[in-house]
């Protein structure tokens, strides 16, 4: 089955800790992106990867941090420097940049107290 | 910038028609797609007009105006299952996307 995976679902850590989001995908995309979404409001782009070994900065990357060694895999760290880290983070995937349809993975939930 | 407006919350019965509504202002527009997210899931593609119309996909059609900067989601025949948060996203410049606040559908029997 093809799909996009995102561990762990809910992730807890303390504050000035640096924090790892995994995000996997084995549909063969080319383009991956990193959203963050906080309670009542849309999507925001945090980085996004055209293709192996690039990657852009989306609207928030401040506090942020991604690679893209591989084409199965866009980790996003969140690091110390974020002010406001907790929320729900979406992981998506499409063919090509600018595709209309993205692929999501099923998010994590990071908690920073 | 980059803005768009979606009623915050809809409520229609089982069976009943609903319109979702979607204006943006972007500076660049290509194209405005729909989202479908259940409570804690993953959104899921639902449809893309990048022309003036309607498109229908079974139950659901969506509608671009380019001239009025608005695009609307048709649900009709609503089943239980539908409720959900329907989110509408401008394709702009630099091949980004803008996502709107999101709409929460109640279905009531």
């Known amino acids: 089955d093809g799909g996009i995976t995102q561990s762990p679902k809910y992730l807890f850590r303390k504050e000035g800790q640096n924090v790892t989001l995994s995000c996997e995908q084995n549909l063969n995309h080319d383009a991956m992106y990193w959203y963050r979404q906080d309670p009542g409001q849309g999507l925001r782009l945090i980085y996004y990867?055209?293709?192996?070994?690039?990657?852009q900065k989306g609207d928030i990357a401040e506090g942020y941090s991604v690679s893209r060694e591989k084409k199965e895999s866009f980790p996003l760290t969140v690091t110390s420097a974020q002010k406001n880290p907790t929320a729900f983070y979406l992981c998506?995937?499409?063919?090509?940049?600018?595709?209309?349809?993205?692929?999501f993975g099923p998010g994590t939930r990071l908690t920073v107290t | 910038g980059q803005s768009l407006e979606q009623p915050s919350e809809v409520t229609a019965v089982e069976g009943a028609i609903v319109q979702i509504n979607c204006t943006y202002q972007t500076s660049g527009f290509y194209g405005l797609s729909w989202y479908q997210q259940h409570d804690g899931g993953a959104p899921t593609f639902l449809s893309y007009?990048?022309?003036?119309g309607l498109e229908e996909t079974g139950r659901f059609s969506s509608f671009l105006s380019r001239s009025d900067s608005y695009g609307y989601l048709l649900l009709q025949e609503l089943q239980m299952k539908d409720s959900a948060s329907y989110f509408c996203a401008v394709r702009s410049n630099f091949n980004k996307f803008y996502f709107g606040s999101g709409t929460k559908l109640n279905v009531k029997p």
């Open positions: 998506a995937s499409s063919i090509q940049l600018g595709d209309a349809e993205q692929y």
């Open positions: 007009n990048a022309l003036d």
């Open positions: 990867s055209q293709i192996v070994n690039d990657f």
